[in-house]
């Protein structure tokens, strides 16, 4: 079986904020010894190997006043000479001078794949027309672009931001940029996030973060929109390894064809065409 893991955080241990290392170290004690190894990307191939794992998108974060500054270049770098890993770029436009200008060389320069925006930890709402440069380049790059949507276990991120229902304009404006809610607006946002991937047909709701015990009861319909959701473990920041999520979501009473868009087909599509 094949898996694609669209949502990983490499990076040092030192580019992580203070209150980031915190939660981190509160699901696991180990966590900054573990971003040792992680510093090694052939270290971290063969984990995600080992965990079942076919390809992992990695995720740049340029968020510092709240999570973590994990500069895009760190990231191409990164990636640069291991097949399986797939690295994203990100951008803060309140940081950014010319955001539009950066994606471009993140992409055409650096090899990049996509974008990752963090609204609720950059204080901007995703529907800004600040923003809109940047998604007209996304859509003439044609690179996914994944937004942080729902809570966080961050202190000092702002969840306005990260309304799902945000995105609506995004997606309306923007009808050929592939749009990725992350978390499916988790908390209380999941009826929303839902429904937008159901109604845009550029809009993909993942289950990062989200436990896959729970997914029936956030998603009861979740089989209706098989072709629209895909799998994340959010990985160093999950209690439990990425094996055993990707085991927990296999035994989900879900037909394997369900099963098998959600871990790879959908993915796929997305970042291989
Ligand atoms: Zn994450």
Same mark, same amino acid.
């Given at each position: 079986?094949?898996?694609?893991?669209?949502?990983?955080?490499?990076?040092?241990?030192?580019?992580?904020?203070?209150?980031?290392?915190?939660?981190?170290?509160?699901?696991?004690?180990?966590?900054?010894?573990?971003?040792? &190894? #992680?510093?090694?990307?052939?270290?971290?191939?063969?984990?995600? #190997?080992?965990?079942?794992?076919?390809?992992?998108?990695?995720?740049?974060?340029?968020?510092?006043?709240?999570?973590?500054?994990?500069?895009?270049?760190?990231?191409?770098?990164?990636?640069?000479?291991?097949?399986?890993?797939?690295?994203?770029?990100?951008?803060?436009?309140?940081?950014?001078?010319?955001?539009?200008?950066?994606?471009?060389?993140?992409?055409?320069?650096? $090899?990049?794949?996509? !974008?990752?925006?963090?609204?609720?930890?950059?204080?901007?709402?995703?529907?800004?027309?600040?923003?809109?440069?940047?998604?007209? +380049?996304?859509?003439?790059?044609?690179?996914?672009?994944?937004?942080?949507?729902?809570?966080?276990?961050? &202190?000092?991120?702002?969840?306005?931001?990260?309304?799902?229902?945000?995105?609506?304009?995004?997606?309306?404006?923007?009808?050929?940029?592939?749009?990725?809610?992350?978390?499916?607006?988790?908390?209380?946002?999941?009826?929303?996030?839902?429904?937008?991937?159901?109604?845009?047909?550029?809009?993909?709701?993942?289950?990062?973060?989200?436990?896959?015990?729970?997914? !029936? +009861?956030?998603?009861?319909?979740?089989?209706?929109?098989?072709? +629209?959701?895909?799998? $994340? &473990?959010?990985?160093?920041?999950?209690?439990? $390894?990425?094996?055993?999520?990707?085991?927990?979501?296999?035994?989900?009473?879900?037909?394997? &064809?369900?099963?098998?868009? #959600?871990?790879? +087909?959908?993915?796929?599509? #997305?970042?291989? $065409?």
């Amino acid at each position: 079986m094949k898996v694609i893991d669209f949502h990983i955080h490499a990076g040092t241990w030192d580019m992580n904020t203070p209150s980031c290392q915190e939660s981190m170290l509160k699901i696991n004690p180990d966590a900054e010894d573990l971003h040792l &190894s #992680i510093e090694d990307p052939e270290w971290l191939r063969d984990f995600l #190997i080992g965990e079942g794992v076919t390809y992992a998108v990695i995720l740049a974060e340029h968020a510092p006043a709240t999570s973590a500054y994990c500069p895009s270049e760190w990231v191409a770098d990164y990636c640069k000479d291991i097949e399986i890993l797939i690295p994203f770029a990100c951008l803060n436009p309140l940081m950014d001078p010319e955001p539009a200008h950066k994606l471009v060389f993140y992409v055409k320069e650096l $090899g990049m794949k996509g !974008l990752k925006l963090l609204p609720s930890y950059c204080f901007y709402f995703p529907n800004d027309p600040i923003m809109y440069p940047v998604y007209k +380049k996304a859509e003439e790059l044609k690179i996914p672009v994944i937004f942080h949507t729902g809570s966080s276990d961050i &202190s000092g991120t702002k969840l306005k931001y990260a309304d799902p229902l945000l995105l609506d304009d995004v997606a309306t404006d923007f009808p050929e940029l592939t749009i990725i809610m992350a978390h499916s607006g988790r908390g209380f946002w999941y009826d929303r996030a839902f429904f937008l991937s159901r109604h845009h047909k550029n809009v993909f709701m993942d289950i990062t973060g989200l436990p896959p015990k729970n997914l !029936l +009861k956030y998603f009861p319909e979740l089989e209706r929109n098989s072709e +629209k959701v895909i799998f $994340g &473990s959010d990985w160093p920041g999950v209690p439990k $390894g990425i094996k055993s999520n990707i085991e927990a979501i296999c035994d989900l009473p879900l037909k394997d &064809s369900t099963v098998e868009n #959600i871990l790879y +087909k959908n993915s796929e599509r #997305i970042l291989f $065409g």
